[in-house]
C-alpha cells in the first residue's frame, strides 16, 4: 500500500510540475543562459509591405484604416495590401474606398487566412513583409523600430509585442491578459538568448526570401516565423514595436477561439516535424517547453486530479468523500461566478480544455481553414 501511495503521490506531483513548467521552470531556466548579441551593421533600410487578411471586420475598418493612414504618412514608400476572405458585410467596401492607400485582393468565397497570405506575400514588393491582423493598431514608430532590427544581417524576422486592451471587462478577459503578459515576457527571454520559436499574427516580420511555401490548412503565423529558424537565421522580439488589439471578454467566443487555434498548431506541428528535428538541441528545448508542454497541460490536469483522487480514497474514503463534494462545490461556483479568483480558475481550466480538443480534434485529422472574428472582441 505504501508502494502505491507513494506511485500516485509522484503521479501527482510531476502532473504539477509539468502544468507548472511552461511558467514557472522554464522561464527561471532561460533567464540563467547568456545573451546572444546583435551585431547591426550601417546601411540603408529594407523597404517594407504590410500585409493583412479581413473578413466580416467592417466594425473594426475606420480605426484600422486611419491607422494605416498615420503609418503610411511615416512611411510613404510602405506598401500595404490587403485580402477579404469573402465578408459578407461592408469590409471590402470601406477597405476599397481607401484604393490610395491600401491594395485589396479578393478571395473567391470563404478561403482562410493562410490562402489570403500567401496571395498577399505573392504580390509584394517590399523586402521585408510585416504581418498584423485587420483589429490590430500599431503604435506610430512601429515600423520604424521594426526595419531598425533589420541592420544584423543574421536576423531574418522580428516579432513585435502584443498589447491588450480591456481586461477589466471580464475575468475572461483578465485571464486572457494575464496569459498574454506571461507569453510575451517568454519570448523577450527567448529573444534574448536566441531565437523566438513561433510568432502570432498581430504584428511580426520576416525578409521576404525567406517566406515558404505551405498548404492552406496550417497556422500560417507558426509556419512562416518558423521558417526564419529553419533557414539558419535569428527570429527576435522588439519590445518597442507595439500592437494594440481589444480582448475577447465572452467565454464561448475565446472557448471556440482556443479551439481553432490549438486544432491549426497541432496539424502545423505535424508537418512541421521533419524541420522541427533538425534545430539545433536550444531551439528543441524552446519549442518543446513553450508550444508542446502546453498543448498537453489539460492532460497533465486530468492526470493530476485523478491521482489525487485516488490517493486520498487510499489514505481516508471519508477524506476522498469530503474532497470530491468541495471540489464540485468549488467548481459550481466559480463557472457561476462573474469575476474574482474562482471565475479566473474556471476560465484558466476551460482553457486549458480547448487547448486540449483543438489538440485532439487535429489528430483525428480535422482542422480549422477559415475563421470568424469574435462578437464579444
Known amino acids: 500500500m505504501a508502494t502505491s501511495n507513494l506511485f500516485l503521490a509522484l503521479v501527482l506531483l510531476l502532473s504539477l510540475a509539468a502544468v507548472a513548467w511552461p511558467f514557472l521552470f522554464y522561464p527561471l531556466i532561460l533567464r540563467a543562459l547568456p545573451t546572444r548579441a546583435e551585431h547591426p551593421i550601417t546601411g ?34 510602405l506598401e500595404i495590401l490587403a485580402f477579404d476572405d469573402g465578408s459578407s458585410d461592408a469590409t471590402a467596401a470601406l477597405i476599397e474606398g481607401q484604393g490610395d492607400l491600401v491594395t485589396l485582393l479578393r478571395g473567391p468565397g470563404r478561403s482562410g487566412k493562410a490562402h489570403g497570405m500567401k496571395r498577399l506575400a505573392a504580390h509584394a514588393r517590399g523586402e521585408v513583409l510585416i504581418f498584423t491582423d485587420a483589429n490590430v493598431l500599431l ?5 520604424d523600430n521594426l526595419l531598425a532590427r533589420y541592420a544584423d544581417p543574421d536576423i531574418g524576422g522580428v516579432l513585435g509585442s502584443l498589447h491588450y486592451v480591456g481586461e477589466d471587462e ?8 494575464l496569459y498574454w503578459r506571461i507569453e510575451e515576457r517568454l519570448k523577450d527571454e527567448e529573444s534574448r538568448t536566441g531565437n523566438v520559436l513561433g510568432a502570432d499574427g498581430s504584428i511580426f516580420s520576416i525578409r521576404r526570401a525567406f517566406y515558404p511555401d505551405f498548404p492552406d490548412s496550417v497556422l500560417d503565423d ?60 536550444l531551439d528543441r528545448f524552446k519549442y518543446a517547453s513553450r508550444k508542446i508542454v502546453r498543448w498537453f497541460g489539460g492532460v497533465f490536469i486530468l492526470t493530476g486530479a485523478i491521482a489525487a ?30 469575476g474574482g479568483p474562482l471565475a479566473a480558475l474556471a476560465d484558466i481550466l476551460i482553457a486549458y480544455a480547448a487547448t486540449l480538443q483543438g489538440v485532439v480534434k487535429a489528430m483525428r485529422g480535422r482542422t480549422v481553414t477559415v475563421w470568424n472574428p469574435a462578437k464579444s472582441r
Open 309 to 338: 483522487a485516488a490517493l486520498a480514497w487510499r489514505i481516508s474514503p471519508p477524506l476522498f468523500g469530503t474532497g470530491l463534494l468541495g471540489a464540485a462545490l468549488l467548481a459550481w461556483i466559480a463557472f457561476h461566478a462573474k
Open 170 to 177: 471580464s475575468a475572461t478577459a483578465s485571464v486572457g491578459s
Open 222 to 281: 507558426l509556419t512562416v516565423s518558423m521558417a526564419v529558424v529553419f533557414a539558419g537565421r535569428r527570429l527576435v522580439k522588439a519590445k518597442d514595436v507595439i500592437a494594440r488589439e481589444r480582448l475577447v471578454a465572452v467565454r464561448g467566443d475565446e472557448y471556440r477561439r482556443k479551439v481553432r487555434i490549438a486544432a491549426r498548431a497541432w496539424h502545423t506541428h505535424s508537418l512541421l516535424r521533419p524541420q522541427l528535428r533538425r534545430m539545433g538541441a
Open 44 to 77: 540603408p533600410r529594407p523597404s517594407a509591405s504590410l500585409l493583412f487578411c479581413a473578413y466580416n471586420e467592417a466594425a473594426a475598418m475606420p480605426d484600422k484604416l486611419a491607422n494605416l493612414a498615420m503609418l503610411k504618412a511615416r512611411h510613404p514608400d
Open 139 to 143: 503604435d506610430a514608430d512601429a515600423v
